[in-house]
């Protein structure tokens, strides 16, 4: 079964395209085909102005015709697309996605940040891990974190913060945002066993590339408060040329290391693991469930 989902974010729109396998034990195999990434940018319009701008607008209508393309190419035939914190903060969203509609045939969906933190959850990936730990997923996107904590297989909060990447850039997330957001962590985590966090997004995926750490092995507090000082120290220039980011990551590291470093010590997290997930992976992992429940339906 071929899937795909497109995830319309802040800072960049994402199309991820996944064959859906069976595995042993009867389990799914999710394997990525393609993913395609364009840095939309919406972010800068919309914490500015509160709209999107018509040059923006017509490169998120452009993109999803692109989209749709692949999608026909590939022959998928099941697609979930999502838009997150700048569509939701738009005010000219409802007539963009109106547009995409009418010319692509595909509907966007613009999810709440609670929806957003149980998409990254989907994903699952502390299944694969001990059972006796409290992982705490952080997800640091252009204009919000979403966070899903749980403890001995259980879920005990998830909360979206309006504390993201390009907010930061733009001077627009006060200290009362930070306070309620250490408040959450520190009041939710108390008391629970030994906490790992997992991350997810571009930034702490390209954090974990340049550190040249093997798959499954964490990165520490530690590393991330010296990759935070170093980047710190240097102008944007030297970013793009010392470590080859494109200038849309080169921007945003800055901030997402601060939002990742301060999530991890509210929380007494000394590590943090990439497993290289994201929300369209959720969106694919919920799209497949849909169907299969679908399916079992039509089958009784």
């Excluded at 697609?79 to 005010?91: E, F, G, K, N, W």
């Amino acid at each position: 079964m071929r899937l795909a989902a497109i995830d319309i974010g802040s800072n960049a729109a994402r199309l991820l395209i996944t064959d859906v396998m069976a595995g042993p034990q009867g389990t799914a195999e999710f394997i990525k085909v393609v993913l395609v990434r364009v840095p939309l940018r919406l972010g800068f319009d919309v914490f500015d102005k509160g709209e999107i701008s018509p040059v923006r607008a017509e490169k998120v209508i452009k993109t999803i015709k692109a989209y749709k393309l692949l999608l026909d190419v590939y022959d998928v035939k099941h697609l979930r697309a999502c838009a997150t914190s700048a569509m939701r903060d738009a005010v000219n969203a409802p007539e963009i996605i109106k547009k995409v509609k009418a010319e692509t045939g595909i509907q966007i969906e613009v999810i709440s940040g609670q929806d957003e933190a149980s998409f990254i959850y989907e994903n699952h990936v502390a299944e694969n891990m001990a059972t006796e730990e409290s992982y705490l997923y952080i997800d640091v996107g252009g204009g919000s974190t979403e966070l899903t904590f749980f403890s001995d297989n259980k879920l005990i909060f998830k909360e979206s913060f309006n504390i993201g990447t390009i907010r930061l850039l733009k001077n627009q997330v006060n200290e009362a945002a930070w306070d309620e957001m250490k408040e959450c962590i520190r009041s939710k985590t108390k008391g629970h066993h030994h906490v790992t966090a997992i991350g997810s997004g571009g930034n702490i995926n390209k954090i974990f590339s340049i550190s040249k750490r093997k798959d499954g092995k964490p990165l520490n507090l530690e590393l991330l408060r010296d990759y935070y000082k170093e980047f710190s120290t240097l102008s944007l220039a030297q970013r793009i040329s010392l470590y080859k980011l494109r200038e849309d990551r080169a921007d945003v590291i800055v901030p997402a290391l601060l939002i990742y470093i301060n999530v991890m010590r509210w929380a007494d997290a000394q590590e943090i693991f990439v497993p290289k997930i994201g929300l369209a992976d959720g969106l694919v992992h919920t799209l497949y469930e849909e169907l299969k429940k679908t399916e079992s339906l039509e089958q009784q």
